[in-house]
């Protein structure tokens, strides 16, 4: 014969679950086993006869549940409720949109980026600059070395 | 005289139409069906005393939504579900309102209660109270899921497949629930015979 049930297999046996068919040979020709199954089975039992016991007079239950019930049927306020949500999603959404919209088309259009100069201000202002301190600039050299009544002179014949 | 009492052998989905469309009378035929076991599963939840309320919350709720039951699980199943939901709700609101919370428990701990079977002599009824308070001791021992399914299992009397569909998990999760359960119950009471 072979060895009783272990633990697992009993509680197995006791929730209608699985055994090998080795097993299950075993419980059915083991007094002590099925013993032990049955007593945990009786126990629980016991304590769902003592919930029975609480359970209320079914009619006046019944009465309680129908007293209480709505005149009208539910269908229409679900109904709405079906729609309700949906809809009030598809409007806020609209009503972002269009603020959104509003509020790019209130700013103007976004100012382009100012491209990044590849040579530095400051470094051709100096170069214009050192230029501009020689005094032999090509073609200003004639404007150097005339004198105010030669100016004056030219001045004249240009407005003659 | 409503259309429901014309026709006695309605069957199940029948009831559930005329319910809709506002036929009390059908909807107290589900009620009759199945309040017991709706009773019996807040009774797991929120012990004796508030399962009445419960129970009856659940049910009415069930009226005002029949329009969202599609006919995919069965009547008893979704009906199950917002009992339990209905439960949850109320030891959320309890939770909340910081009243002493039983949901692990369910139960009220009146000895009184625990009502041995009166065709047992004294003696077998004093061992039998024994033992009803220390399963119920034990219960507590497990974890919250595992004493959910265990009590949704016996006491409640609900199959596996119910189960899994009321609780929106796979029946295999079930088994493995109720499985560790009873393991460690048998245990638990392992020398009480």
Known sequence: MSHHLDDHELAS???????????????????SCR????????????????????????????AEVLGSLPSVPAAPISI?????????AAAATITIAVGAGMFVHKSGPAPAPTPRPEIAIEEILAQADSLLAEDGILDFDVLDNITDDDLTALLGTQNS | MTAASHQPALNERELVDRAKGGDREAFGMLVTRYQRRVWLVCRQYVGADEADPASQEALIKAYTRLDAFDGRAAFSTWVTRIAINTCLDLLRKRRREGLRLVETDGDDHSPSLDIPDERAGPEEQARQRQTIARLREAEEGLSDR???VFRLRFYAQMNLEEIA?????HTGTIKTLLHRAVHRLRRELGDIR
């Open chain 1, 80 to 88: 709405r409720r079906r729609w309700l949500n949906p809809l009030l």
């Open chain 1, 13 to 31: 046996a006791a929730v209608g679950g699985p055994l090998e068919s080795e097993r299950l040979a075993h419980l059915e020709g083991c007094v």
């Open chain 2, 146 to 148: 595992q004493r959910e």
């Open chain 1, 35 to 62: 013993r032990s199954v049955k007593l945990f089975l009786d126990h629980v039992e016991n304590r769902r006869r003592t919930m029975e016991e609480e359970t209320p007079n079914w009619d006046d239950h019944l």
């Open chain 2, 165 to 169: 569909d009321s609780l929106n998990v």
